[in-house]
C-alpha cells in the first residue's frame, strides 16, 4: 500500500538516511523514536510537506514522490491540530471537501457520517475555542478522514493531552481504525501507545530506521542495544558465554553466571527488562533458572510502581507493584532474593 524507498531529507545538519519501509494496506503503523529522531519530518516527506532528496514514495501503486500534497490523497492530523480559529468545527471538518468542490449535499453527508463516527455530532456548530483538547483532537481526527483519504499521517496525536485522556483518545483510535481501516502511520515517542495500537511498529534513531516488526516481537527481542535501552531494557550487560548445556547457555558477567535459553558462544550482550523480575523477601523454591541474594541499593517510587536498584555482584532493576514493595516491607540495605526465567534474558 505504501512503498517508501531509500528515501533521504537533508535538513541542515540532520538527515533521514535511506530510509525503507512497506505499510499494508488498512495496517496501523506507528513509528516510534525519542524527540529530535525524524519522525514529524519523516510523515512530512509522505505528505508532500517536504521536497525529498532522493528517494520514491509510492502510495497504492502510483508514484507520489514530485506530486503536490493536494494530489497524494493522503489525511494529516497536526501534533498542535491546526484547526481555523474563524470556523466552525463544521466549517473546519468540511474545509477539505470544499476545496475538492464536494457539492454541498454530498458535503453535508460526509460531515455527519465522520462526525458520529468521531462522537462530535453535539459539537458541530461550536468555535474552535470552546472544545477541550480532546474534542479538538476529535476534529483533527474528523477534518483528515472526511476527505476519504488513502492514508491517515499521525504526528504525536496524543502529546498535547493529559493522562486520562491520552487513555481515552488511545481507546477512540483503535475502535475508530478498527471501523474504517484506513491505512495509517502514527508517530510517536510514547511507548505505550506503539504497543497497544499498532500492528507494526517501527523504531527511528538520528534520522535511520533500525527495526520494524510487531510490537512483541520490537519490544521483547530488539536486535540493536541503542533500541534495546529506550524501549526499557535497563539491565545490559556485557558477559562471555562459559558454557551450553540442555538448551541453556550459562554467561558469565563479572562472576555472576546468567543462564539463557537458547546456544550461543564468545563474547555477547545480555539484556532483561526490570519487569521480568521477581523480587521475594525469603529464598523460595521457583521454576526459574536464574536466582540470587542481593542487596537494595536504592529505589525510587513511581506511584504505582518502585524501581529497585539491587547488588548481586552487578546492579540490576527490578520493577514491582507498590502493593508488593510494601508487603515486603523493602528499604534499602535489606536483603532480598530475585528470580528469573532464562526465556526472559535477551541476546543481542
Request: hydrophobic share 40%.
Amino acid at each position: 500500500m505504501i512503498e517508501i524507498i531509500n528515501l533521504r531529507k537533508r535538513f541542515g545538519n540532520f538527515q533521514l538516511k535511506d530510509i525503507n519501509l512497506s505499510v499494508n494496506e488498512g495496517e496501523y503503523f506507528i513509528l516510534l523514536g525519542p524527540s529530535g529522531a525524524g519522525k514529524t519530518v519523516f510523515i512530512e516527506c509522505i505528505a508532500g510537506l517536504h521536497k525529498i532528496d532522493s528517494g520514491k514514495i509510492i502510495i497504492d501503486g502510483t508514484d507520489v514522490t514530485n506530486l503536490p500534497p493536494e494530489k497524494r490523497n493522503i489525511g494529516l492530523v497536526f501534533q498542535e491540530y491546526a484547526l481555523f480559529p474563524h470556523m466552525s468545527v463544521r466549517e473546519n471538518i468540511e474545509y477539505g471537501l470544499k476545496a475538492k468542490k464536494i457539492p454541498k449535499e454530498r458535503r453535508d453527508q460526509l460531515v455527519r457520517e465522520t462526525a458520529k463516527i468521531l462522537r462530535i455530532e453535539n459539537i458541530l456548530d461550536r468555535s474552535p475555542k470552546n472544545l477541550s483538547g480532546g474534542e479538538k483532537q476529535r476534529v483533527a481526527l474528523a477534518r483528515a478522514l472526511v476527505i476519504e483519504p488513502k492514508v491517515l499521517l499521525l504526528d504525536e496525536p496524543l502529546s498535547a493531552l493529559d493522562a486520562p485522556m491520552r487513555r481515552e483518545l488511545r481507546e477512540e483510535l483503535r475502535r475508530i481504525h478498527k471501523e474504517i481501516c484506513v491505512t495509517t502511520i502514527h508517530v510517536t515517542h510514547d511507548q505505550i501507545e506503539a504497543y497497544s495500537l499498532s500492528d507494526r511498529v517501527g523504531v527511528i534513531f538520528n534520522g535511520k530506521l533500525f527495526e520494524v516488526g510487531p510490537p512483541e516481537d520490537v519490544f521483547r527481542r530488539p536486535k540493536n542495544e541503542d533500541v534495546a535501552k529506550f524501549l526499557g531494557f535497563e539491565n545490559i550487560f556485557k558477559g562471555s558465554v562459559k558454557e551450553y548445556r540442555n538448551g541453556l547457555s550459562e554467561i558469565d558477567i563479572n562472576g555472576v553466571i546468567i543462564e539463557v535459553a537458547g546456544h550461543y558462544k564468545g563474547e555477547v550482550t545480555v539484556a532483561v527488562r526490570p519487569e521480568d523480575i521477581t523480587i521475594y523477601s525469603s529464598r523460595i523454591e521457583s521454576s526459574a533458572r536464574n536466582k540470587f541474594l542481593g542487596k537494595i541499593i536504592d529505589y525510587i517510587d513511581l506511584g504505582a510502581l518502585v524501581k529497585l536498584k539491587i547488588d548481586i555482584g552487578i546492579p540490576i532493576s527490578a520493577l514491582i507493584t507498590k502493593k508488593s514493595f510494601l508487603d515486603l516491607n523493602l528499604q534499602r540495605e535489606r536483603q532480598v532474593h530475585i528470580a528469573f526465567k532464562a526465556s526472559s534474558v535477551h541476546i543481542i
